[in-house]
């Protein structure tokens, strides 16, 4: 297994540390996928994309390589050697999570500080920008992995308390996800919805998001079994080619490469590429 670093070109601190039974170059890739070109949302995420915004390259360094049965203690101790670092766990899980200082209860005296008029989750969103970046935007999945998360009615002061006995009668997600593909094939989270509603279906959640968070929850091309698209700009696809296919500079030897840039990108099709960004 090895423990990696990855590090900007403007100072060389490293500002993540993971680990990886691949190589190395295959695992960077997978972070700046992420960042560039699927817009995911974590620290580490943001971090990448503000290196690239100011001109400068992600790079991953190996720190360690260990035995498959102690990677997690392995991970754990450079995690804490290093400062000021974007993971979101203090490692050994393999997973994703963030780590703060503040406890449960803690922020739940914040969020009445901000506005004691929050009642849902919905309104907590919408008031996410005026959350101080000390405490997590995302309590319930960053307090379930301490162990501390209760729900949302205990959490905002409501109360409300999840019925029980509605979701006895889910199916398992893996269940789901075949009672999906072979009876309801819909392609948006739309269409999901909306048959759930018409045919009142009682055995499918209809936030599966929620229900599932912790028992396989992927997103919601995963659980409806449908390619994801995204939706990238030339000047994304121009950065990714001088990262990793840096001998592509035209339409030649794009159509050369076209293959393996497709594969890489998992896009399907680049169209009307403008070469000139790449100059």
């Known amino acids: 297994m090895f423990i990696y670093g990855l590090y900007s070109t403007e100072d060389g601190v490293i500002k993540y540390v993971g680990k990886t039974k691949y190589m190395l170059s295959k695992r960077l890739r997978e972070h700046i996928n992420g960042a560039l070109l699927r817009g995911c949302k974590t620290y580490k995420d943001n971090w990448i994309r503000n290196v690239y915004k100011n001109g400068f390259v992600v790079k991953i360094k190996l720190i360690e390589e260990c035995d498959d049965s102690i990677w997690e203690k392995r991970e754990k101790f450079w995690i804490s050697k290093y400062t000021n670092l974007t993971n979101l766990t203090e490692g050994g899980d393999g997973g994703h999570g963030i780590l703060y200082n503040v406890s449960y209860e803690e922020m739940k005296k914040y969020i009445k500080t901000i506005s004691p008029q929050i009642k849902s989750e919905n309104e907590f969103r919408k008031r996410l920008d005026e959350i101080d970046s000390n405490y997590p935007r995302n309590p319930m999945k960053a307090f379930k992995i301490r162990g501390e998360w209760v729900s949302w009615g205990d959490f905002l002061g409501t109360n409300r308390i999840q019925d029980n006995k509605?979701?006895?009668?889910?199916?398992?997600?893996?269940?789901?996800?075949?009672?999906i593909n072979k009876h309801i094939k819909?392609?948006?989270?739309?269409?999901?919805?909306?048959?759930?509603?018409?045919?009142?279906?009682?055995?499918?959640?209809?936030?599966?998001?929620?229900?599932?968070?912790?028992?396989?929850?992927?997103?919601?091309?995963?659980?409806?079994?449908?390619?994801?698209?995204?939706?990238?700009?030339?000047?994304?696809?121009?950065?990714?080619?001088?990262?990793?296919?840096?001998?592509?500079?035209?339409?030649?030897?794009?159509?050369?490469?076209?293959?393996?840039?497709?594969?890489?990108?998992?896009?399907?099709?680049?169209?009307?590429?403008?070469?000139k960004v790449l100059r």
């Open 166 to 179: 509605k979701t006895e009668k889910y199916l398992s997600f893996n269940e789901a996800k075949k009672f």
């Open 186 to 275: 819909p392609k948006t989270s739309v269409e999901y919805k909306k048959y759930i509603d018409n045919n009142n279906i009682d055995f499918l959640p209809r936030k599966p998001f929620r229900y599932y968070n912790e028992r396989g929850w992927n997103g919601w091309e995963d659980y409806l079994g449908v390619k994801k698209k995204y939706t990238i700009t030339n000047n994304l696809i121009a950065r990714y080619l001088k990262i990793f296919f840096p001998n592509v500079t035209g339409n030649y030897t794009f159509r050369k490469n076209k293959s393996k840039i497709h594969r890489s990108i998992h896009l399907g099709k680049i169209k009307n590429f403008d070469f």
